[in-house]
Structures are given as C-alpha cells and as structure tokens.
C-alpha cells in the first residue's frame, strides 16, 4: 500500500538526514553559495517547522476537519520572521530528528486514516489528507537534494577545486 511505503521511507529519512546533518562544522553549516540561497541552518530550521506546522498538522487537520481550511502558513517568511540564522543548529537538527519520531509514531498509530478526506484549496483545487502525506516524502527529497548540493558546493569552494571529474549534476 502506498501510504506504508511512505510512512516507511519518512522513518527511513530521519535516519538520512541525522546521517548527513550531524556533526557539521560552524563554517559548513553558515555556508551560502551566494545570498539567495538557504545555508544548512536554514534548512534544518524549516525542516523542522514543516514537520510540526505543515506536513503533520495538515495531514491530521484534513483527516479530523475534512472541508475547512487548515491554518495558515508562511515557510519562507519564517527564515527571517523566526531568525533561523540566529538558531542554534545542533538543537534545531536535535529538535527536527525527535519531530520526525512523533510525526511517524503519529502515523503509525493511526487506526483506519481518513485519507480521502479533502478540503476544497483556493488555487489548487480539491486537497486530501493523502495528498499532504504524499508530498511530506517528496519535501525530504527535494531537501534531501538541496543539501547534498549545499554540501558539493561547500567542498568545491573549500577545496578551491574544480570537482566536475566527479560527475555531472
């Protein structure tokens, strides 16, 4: 079923991203390849708002409050709003992995889901719980992807090396 293979790879993702997150230098996890971007703090820091205030409280609002809409949110604003550059990154990569824990111990306790229960998005249409738990995977992916990137670069830039001999992105 596709909702325990999800389930499955969010426990399996907690394990990836405390894997490739821990015990990073300051200079490692300040690194910004230009302004514009997201430094690994950053990334730790919304990686664990998503986990408390989109993914989960979604997927459980849809499924207890089929047609309204759930609280609002605003995860870019959050960067400054929330002053993530000023977080301490071992907490904040601490505090995201035991999220992680209740969200899929959340999940897994979960008897008969509402998946199918929906609520009616001003510009992208009808949104289930599904849909929600669907797309919690595919934001670690895309993260996933950020951060391995946020770390080539770093290494690029650090070892003052072209690194193309190592493959193409």
């Known amino acids: 079923m596709a909702h325990n293979y999800i389930i499955e790879n969010l426990a399996a993702n907690r394990l990836t991203f405390e894997s490739i997150l821990k015990e990073r230098r300051q200079d490692e996890y300040l690194y910004k390849q230009d302004s514009t971007k997201w430094c690994l703090l950053e990334v730790v820091c919304h990686l664990r708002?998503?986990?408390v205030e989109d993914f989960r409280t979604r997927v459980r609002?849809?499924?207890e409050h089929p047609n309204t809409n759930p609280p609002p949110i605003d995860p870019v604003a959050w960067v400054k709003?929330?002053?993530y550059l000023d977080?301490?990154?071992?907490?904040?990569l601490k505090k995201f992995l035991y999220e992680r824990e209740k969200s899929i111990q959340w999940l897994n306790s979960l008897e008969n889901?509402?998946?199918?229960?929906?609520f009616k998005h001003s510009s992208l249409g009808t949104l289930t719980s599904e849909h929600f738990l669907f797309n919690w995977l595919g934001h670690d992916y895309l993260h996933l992807r950020q951060i391995t990137r946020l770390l080539f670069n770093y290494t690029q830039e650090k070892t003052k090396n072209?690194?193309?001999y190592a493959g193409d992105w």
Request: avoid cysteine; glycine fraction near 0%; charged fraction near 40%.
């Open 49 to 51: 708002d998503e986990e």
């Open 61 to 63: 609002h849809v499924m």
């Open 81 to 83: 709003d929330r002053n």
């Open 87 to 92: 977080q301490d990154y071992n907490d904040m």
């Open 113 to 118: 889901p509402a998946w199918k229960n929906s």
């Open 162 to 164: 072209d690194l193309r």
